[in-house]
């Protein structure tokens, strides 16, 4: 087995840890029903404020923005 392989983490996966990073700092992730008039303008996946609900951050690619908050170890990938 070679120790260059890549380690497949699940979208939930990656949401969890996701989540867990933005509530210490009261915020968390939120999924848009693709059924939702809203759906255009949050997109799938979408970022707010904990305590007053506000909509922080929209159209959430959860692969970079995972990445950007250092949540994905070097020999992980998202799985597809």
Avoid at 17 to 43: H, I, N, Q, T, Y
Avoid at 64 to 69: F, G, Q
């Amino acid at each position: 087995m070679s120790t260059k392989s890549k380690v497949k983490v699940s979208e939930r996966t990656l949401f969890a840890r996701v989540s867990r990073k933005l509530a210490k700092d009261e915020m968390a992730l939120r999924r848009c029903d693709k059924k939702s008039p809203l759906f255009s303008e949050l997109g799938e996946i979408y970022e707010i404020d904990a305590g007053t609900e506000v909509v922080l951050g929209k159209h959430i690619n959860l692969g970079e923005y995972a990445k950007a908050l250092g949540l994905i170890k070097p020999n992980e990938i998202l799985k597809k």
